[in-house]
C-alpha cells in the first residue's frame, strides 16, 4: 500500500528526444506526487510537483502527466539535454511521509 | 547562505562502533529528516521529526536513533545493532511535513 513503483531502472536517450519516466501508487489517500533530481555525490532536489486535482502540469521542458484512475503518473523532458543526465525519483504523500521509487538513471547522450 | 549541512561527507565505522552523522539547518524549518539511500533502493524513511524534542520511527529505524534538542540539528547515531549500515545517508527539511523537501548532500558511510 506504501509503495511506489518507479520504471524504467535506466535510460538512455539522444540529445533533444523525450526522455519519459513512469510511476505506479496503491494507496488512494495519496495526495502529493513530486519529482526530485539528483546528481551524483549530491542530494536530491524538488523538479517539479503536482496534486490530483489537475491532470498535468509543465515546467519549462519538464511535464507531470497524472491519470488519477489509473494510478498512474510520469515525468516527460521535453529536448533532453546531456545537463539533464541525473537520477530522477518520483515520490508520494498522504501523511507525514514522503514514499519514494527505487529512481532511474537518465543518461542524455549527445 | 542557507541550507543544509551534513558532516562528515565520508565515515568509516569498525565492527561493533556507534557513529553520529551531523546535520543542521538554517533554513529555520519545523520538519527534519534522515532517509538512507542504497543503489537500486530509491530513499528510505529511517526517523523524521515534526518539532523539537519529538521525533518518530519511519520505515526501516532499526538500528538507528535519533534526537532533536535545538530545531537547527537532528544528528543521526548509527548504532552496532545496525549490521548493513553501508549506505549514503540524506538529511532533509520543510517547512512543515508534506512539503517540499530541502536535501543536504549526503554523508557516505562504510564500514571497515
Known amino acids: 500500500q506504501q509503495q511506489v513503483k518507479q520504471s524504467p531502472q535506466s535510460l538512455i536517450v539522444q540529445k533533444g528526444g523525450i526522455s519519459i519516466i513512469n510511476c505506479a501508487y496503491e494507496?488512494?489517500?495519496?495526495?502529493?506526487f513530486p519529482w526530485y533530481q539528483q546528481f551524483p555525490g549530491k542530494g536530491p532536489a524538488l523538479l517539479i510537483a503536482?496534486?490530483?486535482?489537475?491532470s498535468e502540469k509543465k515546467e519549462g521542458r519538464f511535464t507531470i502527466s497524472f491519470n488519477k484512475s489509473a494510478k498512474q503518473f510520469s515525468l516527460h523532458i521535453m529536448d533532453s539535454q546531456p545537463g539533464d543526465s541525473a537520477t530522477y525519483f518520483c515520490?508520494?504523500?498522504?501523511?507525514?511521509?514522503?514514499?519514494f521509487g527505487a529512481g532511474t538513471i537518465l543518461r542524455v547522450k549527445s | 547562505d542557507g541550507g543544509i549541512t551534513q558532516s562528515p561527507k565520508y565515515l568509516f565505522r569498525k565492527e561493533g562502533q556507534n557513529v553520529t552523522l551531523s546535520c543542521e539547518q538554517n533554513?529555520?524549518?519545523?520538519?527534519m529528516y534522515w532517509y538512507r539511500q542504497d543503489p537500486g533502493q530509491g530513499l528510505r524513511l529511517i526517523y523524521y521529526?515534526?518539532?523539537?524534542?519529538?521525533?518518530q520511527k519511519g520505515d526501516i529505524a532499526e538500528g538507528y536513533s535519533v534526537s532533536r534538542e535545538k530545531k537547527e540539528s537532528f544528528p543521526l547515531t548509527v548504532t552496532s545493532a545496525q549490521k548493513n549500515p553501508t549506505a549514503f545517508y540524506l538529511c532533509?527539511?520543510?517547512?512543515?511535513?508534506?512539503?517540499?523537501?530541502?536535501f543536504g548532500s549526503g554523508t557516505q558511510l562504510s564500514v571497515l
Open positions: 532533509a527539511s520543510s517547512p512543515r511535513t508534506r512539503e517540499k523537501l530541502f
Open positions: 494507496n488512494t489517500a495519496f495526495d502529493y
Open positions: 503536482i496534486r490530483p486535482d489537475v
Open positions: 515520490a508520494a504523500s498522504g501523511g507525514n511521509k514522503l514514499v
Open positions: 533554513l529555520n524549518h519545523d520538519a
Open positions: 521529526s515534526q518539532i523539537v524534542n519529538d521525533f
